[in-house]
């Protein structure tokens, strides 16, 4: 399966733009990006996912690079309610199954 | 609708007893994962099913460890014996079969084996 990359943690001030980076140099003509993020004592939860074109929704926009060898999920305007672990997952067309990897755990400072 | 439902939502049990965790997924969907969650080993992905049917089971860490799907609505994941290793939170999750779907978590069942 192709790898992930991401920084172990990042740290944001309120109300400011998150940039939160993912490298998969090795990813594939069919393989799709998925966000999904954990805060703390909840399962996971979706947050966005992307092919090649940048996608935007009510919680984040995930900016996806020309190559498809990186991609940067972008929270707008954090709240503290947006401190979290975030995954960068690839997701093959064999199925559902998705692999976590170590996440980046962001850290919103009032 | 309720969400992914998992129970208990705390187990504390002593090592060598049985252990039965329970998931009702998300009805409709027909997809269905159990995932365990430790600080050193991350989330990993134990089993899954479509449509009742177990597909890939390659991360069930040994035989004691076995799940079961016997309906749409309902899946087991059953620990004998139980070891202190086995202390994790346990995710199931589940989706509509195919395609790119999103995956919808429970809240967990906290297991602590002594």
Redesign the interface.
């Known amino acids: 399966d192709a790898k992930t990359t991401q920084p172990n943690s990042m740290e944001s001030n309120e109300e400011e733009p998150v940039h939160l980076p993912c490298n998969h140099s090795t990813i594939s003509g069919t393989d799709?990006i998925h966000w999904?993020r954990q805060l703390p004592s909840?399962?996971?939860?979706?947050v966005i996912?992307g092919l090649t074109s940048n996608v935007n929704n009510r919680m984040a926009s995930l900016a996806i690079a020309e190559d498809r060898k990186s991609s940067t999920l972008i929270l707008h305007r954090a709240t503290l309610r947006d401190a979290a672990v975030y995954?960068c997952i690839l997701?093959g067309n064999a199925?559902?199954?998705?692999?976590?990897?170590?996440?980046t755990r962001l850290m919103v400072k009032p | 609708d309720a969400g992914?439902i998992q129970s208990p939502r705390h187990e504390v049990t002593e090592m060598g007893q049985e252990v039965t965790l329970r998931c009702k997924p998300i009805s409709g969907h027909n997809?269905l994962?159990w995932?365990r969650q430790t600080m050193m080993r991350?989330?990993e992905?134990l089993i899954?099913f479509?449509n009742n049917v177990p597909?890939?089971d390659s991360g069930m860490p040994e035989d004691r460890f076995s799940a079961k799907m016997p309906n749409a609505s309902f899946s087991t994941l059953k620990i004998q014996p139980s070891e202190p290793r086995d202390s994790a939170v346990y995710?199931c999750?589940s989706?509509l079969?195919?395609g790119?779907?999103?995956?919808?978590?429970?809240?967990?069942t906290q297991l602590s084996v002594l």
């Open positions: 799709y999904y909840q399962g996971p939860e979706y996912h995954y997701q199925g559902n199954m998705l692999t976590f990897g170590g996440g | 992914v997809s994962f995932y991350g989330l992905l899954y479509n597909i890939d995710f999750a989706s079969v195919g790119v779907e999103k995956l919808f978590f429970g809240s967990g």
